[in-house]
């Protein structure tokens, strides 16, 4: 057990010396003064700003980061939901490629055989519909980074390929624009390849070959989504 007379005898020389150090005369101005400069150093280099009320605003290095992150998924949102323009001349050389066999393509003989081979190749690849002509091959290809889904089909001599996309992500460059039986069509004409392209239901469409436009608007026409 501790001794009462030794706490006792502690606790008197605790308070004694306390008391001498509230009494003992203490220079803070040195400090004061280098606080002062640190203060004055500090304004000197920040850049002026306009002073509002404390209690509307209060701006701190935590909201600023919080700002910056917002208004950059701001911008990132709002470039990713802007279409990417179809560029007919990219088209026109997936047209040669298609038809001359020099991409990587299946060759099908139905619509159901090209929508089963396109499944099995990407996730979420855009069906094929029912088309105005014999089913020669279907394939994917990149264009403006989006996925394209392709057919060729065979009219008569004429060989035609079908490209559709998502409309929410593709759209069509301006151009000639023909409407048939309310329906309205973008024609281009790339390097000798005639394009029909048109814009419904959520899907982009453009339908290309080296037959003759009216030719090519009528197996748009045909094309329904």
């Given at each position: 057990?501790?001794n009462?007379?030794?706490e ?30 640190v ?20 701006p ?15 911008m ?10 179809a ?10 490629d298609v038809?001359?066999e ?32 014999q ?17 060729m ?25 023909i ?8 024609t ?25 436009m ?12």
């Amino acid at each position: 057990m501790n001794n009462p007379n030794t706490e006792d005898r502690l606790n008197q020389a605790t308070s004694t010396r306390l008391a001498e150090l509230a009494n003992r005369p203490v220079d803070t101005s040195r400090l004061a003064k280098q606080l002062e400069q640190v203060m004055r150093d500090e304004t000197e280099h920040e850049p002026a700003v306009l002073k509002m009320p404390q209690r509307f605003w209060r701006p701190t290095s935590a909201a600023a980061v919080i700002l910056i992150a917002v208004m950059i998924g701001w911008m990132v949102i709002q470039g990713s939901s802007t279409p990417a323009i179809a560029a007919p001349a990219g088209l026109a050389q997936i047209y040669h490629d298609v038809t001359n066999e020099l991409s990587p393509h299946a060759k099908v003989s139905s619509i159901q055989e090209a929508n089963r081979v396109l499944a099995a190749q990407a996730s979420g690849a855009m069906l094929v519909p029912d088309l105005p002509g014999q089913m020669q091959s279907c394939c994917l290809h990149q264009h403006e980074g989006i996925t394209l889904t392709c057919a060729m089909i065979q009219r008569g001599d004429q060989l035609i390929t079908i490209a559709i996309a998502d409309g929410s992500k593709l759209q069509s460059p301006k151009g000639k624009m023909i409407e048939r039986d309310g329906r309205q069509f973008c024609t281009h004409t790339v390097n000798g390849i005639n394009m029909v392209m048109s814009h419904e239901n959520d899907r982009w469409l453009c339908v290309m070959g080296d037959a003759d436009m009216e030719e090519l608007i009528t197996v748009a026409q045909a094309i329904i989504f």
